[in-house]
């Protein structure tokens, strides 16, 4: 079961590798690709100094290009495959159909993995992009539980990833459109959710105000860990009787570790840790905390437990210092 | 395989949505015999949300499109969108091997099951079709219409659909637009409705019975953000496309209205009244129109019409 770290730069790819990544994933400097934030990712020199890396340490490396492809410049998007291809990148993490279907017939020998944007829930839409388009691994989106996860391991013969921790996208990926219904950038199109040129951060005195757009997201007292106004993750109201809540989600991070013995017997191969975006420092955190749960995993998968120490450093690298199994339980649901 | 496009025509036609809320049995079948006596061209119908929703089941919305194909309607079957469960996929092979009734496919999965029977499909709009390449891939699979992702501009719709990739394949598939209704922006295996009355999926008790024009959700300031509809979370104010009639034309050959609590059918009318006599409909809060004009999709362009 390979251990898959985000890199969001390329100081944050020598963290993953030195602290025991078997593979990273990366994205080009441009909208390419569902990390799009300013100052982050690698252009076409920085990518080819980072395939060298990963494979000087015999690890991997996969580039996402996972936003879709736009009708007045669908050729940047297929030239970043073509750079992907010339940089000796291990695998391509894809989500739209015209992109696929180019890289399927333009570089036959190309690893696909179809990126969790392309929201493929189910055995036939898994076998759909096996078939069409020789789809070798598929990420499942963060929607399902993990007796879905089980019988989709089950019956298909496609390697499935998984996300084990990071940021929880609560929606099926790939088909959320709320970033846009508020901001006009969405994920699909721009490559980015609630996107940071439209926050605004405003200090009233009593509260500590979050805004998306205009609109409030978030207020917060003083003392409160005030987080990013995610816009599935704000305060809101439902109720006129009752007071605002976390009407969606709360800000809590994936953790999916207690899982990690029932996800290597279903032979899950490869776990991602999410977060392009963050520092080298946490990307580095992570994967040693992960790197040492799955060798302990490994060797004796019946005795495994989460250790506290694990817990504790996950927790505190989290989104509201607390996690979440997500989907994953069904009680989340 | 053969597909019919139907843009030849010259005039517009207009569609009924699935109806995305819970409505009992009684009220959806009402709605259908409303259906059955309107101007409307097409009806989808069928459960897209949730699969715990069964007042409804395959045989009963056969029953219905029984009904509206003899009043003169086209009637499609919609997929579910978010397919999780072997249950989820065993009731949409139901769907596609009805027999009679083309389907709309909400999942790529339902695309590969829909080709490999070699049937043709409608393109639901939570397919995410973004450009020429992969509209013309959808073709080759048996797509005979487009039903355009809701976030897509006018500017973007313009670009593809004028594209040269597709321009030898144009006359074989005709487009439909979402133009009225609160807009399906996203779908969760969490249950909103459910945990906004401190229940979550498994116990649900069907609580989004209660609410069947969904669950309004405001900012602490009052601002409408959200509707929530089960395990789809909708927009908080109604798109409305009404006074675009003119600037939709040639582009979108069926404006689709999404099924309202009330007045659906006086809106039909309105839109209909449109072809005949635009006239500027004075639009306000809680009108949105904001996706087709390249904007946040909450916003309102008044008198956008040149």
């Known amino acids: ?333 | 395989m053969s597909v019919s496009g139907d843009n030849s025509t010259s005039s517009m036609k207009f569609s009924l949505g699935p109806i995305h809320y819970f409505w009992d049995k009684n009220r959806v079948e009402t709605f259908y015999r409303q259906a059955a006596d309107s101007n409307v061209d097409i009806v989808y119908l069928g459960e897209t949300v949730c699969a715990k929703r069964r007042e409804l089941r395959l045989d009963d919305y056969l029953g219905v499109a029984h009904q509206l194909r003899e009043a003169g309607k086209e009637v499609v079957l919609s997929s579910m969108t978010l397919l999780e469960s072997p249950a989820d996929l065993r009731e949409v092979q139901r769907y596609c091997d009805n027999g009679e009734f083309v389907v709309e496919a909400n999942d790529m999965g339902v695309v590969g099951l829909l080709s490999e029977r070699g049937l043709p499909f409608i393109a639901g709009n939570s397919l995410n079709c973004y450009n020429p390449q992969t509209l013309r891939y959808l073709m080759r699979m048996g797509m005979q219409r487009w039903v355009m992702p809701v976030e897509l501009p006018k500017r973007w719709i313009h670009d593809l659909l004028t594209a040269s990739e597709i321009t030898d394949v144009r006359d074989c598939f005709s487009t439909e637009l979402l133009a009225f209704g609160y807009l399906p922006l996203a779908w969760s295996a969490r249950c909103f409705t459910a945990r906004s009355e401190g229940k979550v999926k498994d116990s649900c008790e069907l609580c989004c019975k209660h609410y069947p024009a969904g669950r309004l959700v405001k900012t602490q300031e009052g601002d409408e953000m959200f509707t929530l509809n089960g395990l789809q979370t909708q927009s908080g104010f109604r798109y409305n496309l009404i006074n675009d009639i003119q600037d939709l034309m040639g582009m979108v050959d069926v404006l689709r209205l999404s099924p309202q609590l009330d007045d659906t059918f006086i809106w039909l009318q309105n839109f209909q009244n449109q072809l005949k006599q635009p006239v500027a409909f004075p639009l306000s809060k809680p009108d949105c129109n904001g996706f087709w004009h390249d904007q946040a999709g909450k916003d309102l362009l008044i008198a956008s019409q040149t």
């Open chain 1, 1 to 333: 079961m390979e251990l898959l770290s985000p890199a969001g730069n390329i100081p944050a790819l020598k963290a993953a590798i030195e602290n025991g990544a078997d593979a990273v994933y990366v994205g080009l400097r441009n909208q390419t690709n569902a990390r799009h934030f300013a100052g982050l990712n690698l252009d076409a020199i920085k990518l080819r100094e980072a395939a060298d890396y990963v494979h000087q340490h015999k690890r991997k490396i996969h580039l996402a290009i996972n936003t879709f492809a736009h009708p007045d410049s669908w050729r940047q998007w297929a030239e970043s495959v073509d750079e992907a291809a010339h940089s000796g990148v291990d695998a391509l993490i894809l989500a739209d159909i015209s992109l696929l279907e180019y890289t399927a017939r333009r570089y036959p020998e190309m690893e696909i993995h179809l990126s969790v944007q392309a929201s493929a829930t189910n055995p036939a839409a898994i076998n759909f992009y096996a078939q069409e388009f020789n789809v070798q691994r598929v990420v499942l989106p963060r929607v399902l539980s993990i007796a879905q996860v089980k019988n989709i391991a089950n019956t298909t013969q496609v390697p499935l990833e998984v996300f084990a921790f990071g940021s929880l996208c609560i929606m099926a990926e790939g088909r959320c459109y709320l970033s846009s219904y508020l901001t006009g950038q969405s994920p699909n199109t721009f490559g980015a959710c609630s996107p940071a040129e439209f926050v605004r951060w405003e200090n009233t005195g009593d509260h500590l105000e979050s805004r998306l757009n205009n609109l409030l997201i978030d207020r917060f007292s003083p003392g409160e860990t005030a987080g990013y106004p995610t816009l599935c993750k704000g305060r809101f109201v439902a109720d006129e009787t009752q007071p605002a809540f976390h009407v969606l989600e709360e800000p809590t991070s994936l953790n999916s570790m207690e899982l990690l013995p029932e996800l290597m017997s279903l032979g899950i191969c490869s776990l991602k840790i999410e977060g392009r975006q963050r520092s080298a420092a946490y990307v580095g955190q992570v994967t040693r905390v992960w790197r040492q749960a799955i060798d302990a995993c490994k060797k004796n998968a019946q005795q495994f437990s989460v250790e506290s120490q694990w817990k504790k450093t996950l927790s505190s690298l989290s989104e509201g210092q607390q996690t979440t199994l997500g989907a994953y339980e069904r009680e989340w649901r």
